[in-house]
Nanobody, 122 residues
């Protein structure tokens, strides 16, 4: 079972970036999914979550209105569209899966993916 995030890179402040996470080894269509991030010297923090059918989404206050989480169960993927990026969005971003969306929000994760670095510069 593997979750692999991609789409990271360097972007200027105010720009946009789209992260994707592909699952392999099993089907995650019944799992809630989410994104977390960890900046240098800081603890990993919740960013966004989406329930199994995409009907409910949750965001950290710091990204609300700028980031959009979505999923495609047919492709077994979850994405994070990041807009109006700020310097403080610089971090390694991780995708994750849990049985219920509240679990993702609480950080009670069943599966973690490998991270992808996003660097926002001025």
């Amino acid at each position: 079972v593997q979750l692999q995030a991609s789409g990271g890179g360097s972007v200027q402040a105010g720009g946009s970036r789209r992260l994707s996470c592909a699952a392999s080894g099993r089907t995650f269509s019944s799992y809630a999914k989410g994104w977390f991030r960890q900046a240098p010297g800081k603890e990993r923090e919740f960013v966004a979550a989406i329930n199994w059918n995409g009907g409910s989404t949750y965001y950290a206050d710091s990204v609300k209105g700028r980031f959009i989480i979505s999923r495609d169960n047919a492709k077994n993927t979850v994405s994070l569209q990041m807009n109006s990026l700020k310097l403080e969005d610089t971090a390694v971003y991780y995708c994750a899966a849990a049985e219920i969306v509240q679990g993702v929000v609480r950080g009670e994760i069943t599966y973690w993916g490998r991270g992808t670095q996003v660097t926002v510069s001025s």
